[in-house]
């Protein structure tokens, strides 16, 4: 009986932090495509890529570092709430930015936040369905991605509503979406203080060291794959920006990211549901290798119809990658230390993307715009070769339990 109630406690935890990322992911995907392309307007593409990396690193820094506080203090839903609260504050910057210089400070406001508030809500779901973490966090990216998904369907219905001309950049309806978003984000906030957070504080002998931390050698090797995969994965604003080089228009683009996220939020839940039943590594290895055939892809095909099936089947591998691999890394992860190795896998995506916009930046500035998604799907196939080596060995799991 006891054990049901705790059950059933985990899955409402969950729901509620499932809620809180459906608002703040709406609210974040009102604006995210159009910050690409406002960018554009003050700011060269290389430009862009060392925005959005140097964004991103800080991001990558944090991430580690809040995971290792959340586990020492056990104060991870307070972490949480402070990285949810610049998701404010980055909407009021971007409303009053009127050049690159601002747009700047306001993504940099948005990754701190993100790198602050990641990996403790990571933790947070992790401890609340130990028994089916696949599940888990298949139920979280479902319900964050579909919230992103609206997100970018009400950014577009006020765009069309907003806009005359699509073929002109109105930055007025811009800024006018970029207010507007501030309102999810604040009910995401009100959700957010419904969850509950296990063990409260703790004496400081009984909290984490990192001198006495232990980790699975192979879980710091399948870190390592993680960092070089991302040296390939480079910002979503390139993607974008291949579809306006395309011909898309503004509200064209919105679609396009639109069909990104719902195949994504569609797939979510039983791709999660499916790596608890066949294991993680069937998953992993052609999620990787679906990356590579994507991202040749946007290489190759300049139609319409193709840039379509392609954002589509993004969102197949990200379904496919997210909640496997969080899932994967949480398995492994001491009990004590959840948040920490959880931050560690955020740190090695971030500096992977961190390389990966500047380098994305600079070879589609110095040899075209082929070459960061060629670039992309070659670390795509290796990273799946290396992943179906490295998960291949059996773990042992009683460090994770």
């Known amino acids: 009986m006891v054990e049901q109630k705790q059950i059933k406690r985990g899955i409402i935890n969950i729901i509620f932090l499932g809620l809180v990322s459906f608002f703040i992911d709406l609210s974040t995907e009102m604006?995210?495509?159009?910050?690409?392309?406002?960018?554009q307007t003050f700011a060269s593409v290389p430009l862009v890529g060392i925005i959005e990396g140097f964004a991103e690193s800080i991001a990558a820094l944090l991430k580690s570092y809040s995971g290792y506080i959340g586990d020492k203090y056990q104060n991870k839903k307070r972490l949480?709430?402070?990285?949810y609260s610049s998701a404010i504050?980055?909407?009021?910057?971007?409303?009053?930015?009127?050049?690159w210089i601002g747009i700047t400070l306001a993504r940099l406001t948005d990754r701190i936040g993100k790198g602050i508030r990641t990996t403790p809500r990571d933790a947070l779901v992790a401890e609340s369905g130990v028994e089916a973490l696949g599940k888990s966090f298949g139920i979280h990216k479902m319900l964050d991605t579909f919230g992103a998904g609206l997100g970018i369907f009400i950014a577009y219905f006020l765009y069309r509503r907003l806009v005359s001309n699509d073929t002109l950049i109105d930055v007025e309806a811009f800024k006018t979406i970029f207010l507007l978003s501030i309102i999810p984000a604040a009910i995401g906030l009100i959700f957010l203080l419904f969850v509950k957070e296990k063990g409260g504080h703790q004496k400081q002998e009984n909290r984490l060291s990192l001198k006495k931390l232990k980790i699975n050698p192979r879980v710091i090797w399948y870190l390592v794959i993680v960092l070089l995969f991302n040296l390939?994965?480079?910002s979503n604003a390139f993607l974008i920006l291949k579809a306006t080089s395309a011909g898309y228009h503004t509200s064209s683009v919105l679609l396009l990211y639109l069909v990104y996220h719902l195949v994504s939020a569609i797939f979510a839940l039983p791709m999660g549901k499916l790596s608890d039943r066949i294991g993680r590594r069937k998953l992993v290895v052609p999620g990787y290798f679906l990356y590579g055939v994507v991202y040749l892809g946007f290489a190759f095909l300049t139609s319409k119809s193709s840039l379509l099936i392609l954002f589509g089947m993004y969102g197949l591998y990200q379904a496919m990658i997210s909640g496997s691999e969080k899932a994967f890394i949480t398995e492994y992860a001491p009990k004590e230390a959840k948040g920490t190795i959880i931050g560690?896998?955020?740190t090695c995506q971030g500096i992977g993307l961190l390389f990966a916009s500047l380098l994305a930046g600079g070879l589609w500035a110095w040899l075209g715009i082929s070459a960061p998604f060629i670039f992309g799907g070659v670390m795509g196939f290796i990273s799946a070769i290396l992943a179906s080596i490295i998960m291949a060995y059996p773990f042992k799991k009683e460090e994770g339990k």
Do not use: T
Not at 31 to 39: C, D, G, N, S, T
Not at 89 to 99: A, N, P, Q, V, W
């Open 80 to 83: 949480a709430f402070l990285g």
């Open 31 to 39: 604006v995210y495509p159009l910050v690409a392309i406002y960018l």
């Open 232 to 234: 390939g994965n480079s």
């Open 344 to 346: 560690l896998y955020g």
């Open 89 to 99: 504050l980055y909407k009021i910057i971007l409303f009053f930015s009127g050049s």
